[in-house]
């Protein structure tokens, strides 16, 4: 299944099926993105970053899709398993934007991602 | 590897008391780092970065200070917590570049009475 991460809140997965977790950026100069997963109780744990001369990166069990054309970011979970129950959330940076680093860096709200066993 | 460390987990305070939450990085020298305060549904909330040792910056007027006494070291006060002051608290660090990710804490859960 997919969910818009600020529109569904919520995305209910089959053990074992792929996940896939969108999200709608804001700033056009935006060239940097970052993809966090929340588990309860915890602090956010990165999981991949994508910079924007790239529409693809992949990890372990984890691609994401960038769409620059209509500012759209996606993660794509393989092979969901229960650990993977958590809310995910992107993350915008403007790379040259600020004279700090991350301190412009925008968050999104997240997408609960439950699995169904 | 870099380790953050964040304590306490857990804190329950009355109103008026101070506050003090600490945050170490390990493994990293001279880490950008930040004060964030995430409110339940809702997105993280920038309170405080620093780039070096005295250096703060503030997103947002508060009821908070942040301190840097170290180049790993990052704390949270208030003289005289308020109950809107409630919330998660988590700490993260950075290198200076703005294409690299902020690594989190696993945060405190702060609850004024």
């Known amino acids: 299944g997919e969910s818009v991460g600020l529109h569904l809140p919520t995305l209910s997965v089959q053990e074992g099926d792929n996940s896939i977790i969108n999200c709608a950026y804001s700033?056009?100069?935006?060239?940097?993105f970052i993809w966090y997963k929340q588990e309860s109780g915890k602090g956010p744990q990165f999981i991949i970053d994508?910079?924007?001369?790239?529409d693809k990166r992949q990890g372990q069990r984890v691609t994401v899709l960038l769409n620059k054309t209509v500012k759209h970011l996606s993660l794509q979970i393989a092979a969901t398993q229960p650990g993977d129950s958590a809310v995910y959330f992107c993350?915008?940076?403007?790379?040259?934007?600020?004279?700090?680093?991350?301190?412009?860096?925008?968050f999104g709200t997240g997408t609960r991602l439950t699995i169904i066993p | 590897s870099q380790t953050i460390h964040q304590w306490p987990a857990t804190l329950v305070q009355p109103v008026g008391s101070p506050l003090s939450l600490e945050c170490t990085v390990e493994?990293?020298?001279?880490?950008?780092l930040y004060w964030y305060r995430q409110a339940a549904g809702r997105g993280l909330q920038l309170l405080f970065y620093?780039?070096?040792?005295?250096?703060i910056s503030s997103e947002v007027p508060q009821n908070l200070s942040a301190s840097r006494p170290q180049d790993r070291q990052f704390i949270l006060s208030s003289k005289k917590l308020l109950l809107s002051d409630s919330g998660f608290y988590l700490c993260?660090?950075?290198?200076?570049?703005?294409?690299?990710?902020?690594?989190f804490g696993n945060g405190t859960r702060l609850t004024v009475t």
């Open positions: 620093s780039v070096g040792i005295g250096q």
């Open positions: 993260a660090w950075s290198n200076l570049a703005g294409d690299s990710p902020l690594h």
């Open positions: 700033n056009s100069a935006s060239d940097y």
């Open positions: 993350a915008e940076n403007i790379e040259g934007g600020s004279n700090f680093g991350n301190e412009k860096l925008t």
């Open positions: 994508i910079r924007s001369n790239m």
């Open positions: 493994g990293t020298s001279n880490p950008n």
